[in-house]
């Protein structure tokens, strides 16, 4: 069975910080990769998505993620986190031509100014 | 504000009640799906409807129907329900099912107390 898993459960950073939070996956084929936020009281929302091409993808925010197939990753980074960064993060994946979207258990960020 | 709303926003219901969650999309999507978030757990995906044809349904029990009447609403009927079900419930739909690569657009949830 697929499965998604995220190392990182609670991660606390102080402002202009780099952030890496850590994305694994496990299914053998062909997969899209998302990342979704939930600002707090807010609704989730993509923040990006990877499913062909470059594997280093561009999302919201100044956020970007990379793809390394050969160690089933899909890890988030952004170079200098903000305040308003400060929400939970989740990776999720689909195989291929199919309905469903595998979540990960997600990653709470707080950025302390 | 996503185009996707729920209501209630909260409700708490006993293990005899019968109770229906609504979901509404604005944004003339397609596709349609029913999510639980427990606390310390993934998001879970219950049912998928693509063009009011429920096509997933991940081992959900019986107690949890759910029933789309056209591709703008959603319900989730509930009955004899147990505390273990107490969670937020998300709705979220998609222009076209998730082969296309589609981004969801999430709902605010219901967040739902068995008693």
């Known amino acids: 069975a697929q499965s998604v898993s995220q190392h990182n459960h609670h991660v606390i950073l102080s402002e202009a910080a780099s952030l890496e939070l850590g994305c694994n996956y496990s299914?053998?084929?062909?997969?899209?990769l998302f990342w979704y936020v939930q600002y707090p009281g807010q609704h989730l929302q993509l923040l990006l998505k990877y499913f062909s091409g470059d594997p280093l993808v561009k999302g919201i925010k100044g956020f970007e993620a990379e793809f390394i197939k050969s160690k089933f990753s899909f890890n988030l980074r952004k170079p200098s986190v903000q305040w308003s960064d400060t929400a939970e993060y989740f990776c999720?994946?689909?195989?291929?031509?199919?309905?469903?979207?595998?979540f990960g258990t997600g990653t709470r960020l707080q950025v302390f100014p | 504000e996503t185009g996707v709303t729920q209501t209630p926003r909260h409700l708490v219901m006993g293990m005899t009640n019968k109770k229906s969650l609504k979901c509404e999309q604005h944004l003339g999507h397609n596709a349609m799906y029913w999510y639980k978030q427990s606390a310390k757990k993934p998001l879970e995906l219950m049912f998928v409807?693509?063009?009011?044809?429920?096509?997933e349904n991940n081992s959900v029990p019986s107690r949890f129907s759910p029933e789309c009447p056209n591709s703008s609403h959603l319900f989730l009927h509930l009955h004899t329900l147990q505390p273990e079900d107490s969670a937020l419930y998300l709705c979220?739909?998609?222009?076209?099912?998730?082969?296309?690569?589609?981004?969801?657009?999430f709902g605010p949830g219901t967040r739902l107390l068995v008693l």
């Open positions: 999720a994946v689909n195989a291929h031509n199919t309905d469903k979207l595998i």
């Open positions: 299914y053998g084929g062909t997969v899209n």
């Open positions: 979220a739909s998609s222009q076209e099912p998730l082969a296309g690569v589609e981004t969801q657009y």
């Open positions: 409807y693509n063009f009011k044809e429920q096509t």
